[in-house]
């Protein structure tokens, strides 16, 4: 139940983010703010894409899947 909800409420989060997010900085925002934004986010290491934690994020997914398949009981 934990997961399901998790996942619904990252689905929700990633679909307001593509609907509404995403189109509205496209329109509004002009290069000077990509580029300060690029800047910004240019020192910060998302934790997914970096390579010092795939292992982790490898053992997450794996547990993860063996949850979601599991049988219920």
Do not use: K, Y
Request: no cysteine; hydrophobic share 45%.
């Amino acid at each position: 139940t934990a997961l399901e909800a998790f996942v619904t409420d990252q689905w929700r989060h990633m679909t307001s983010e593509e609907r509404f997010v995403l189109p509205a900085a496209s329109r509004w925002l002009l290069d000077e703010d990509w580029e300060a934004i690029a800047a910004a986010f240019g020192s910060n290491v998302d934790p997914r894409f970096g390579a010092d934690d795939d292992e982790g994020f490898e053992h997450l997914a794996e547990r993860l899947l063996r949850l979601a398949t599991a049988p219920v009981s």
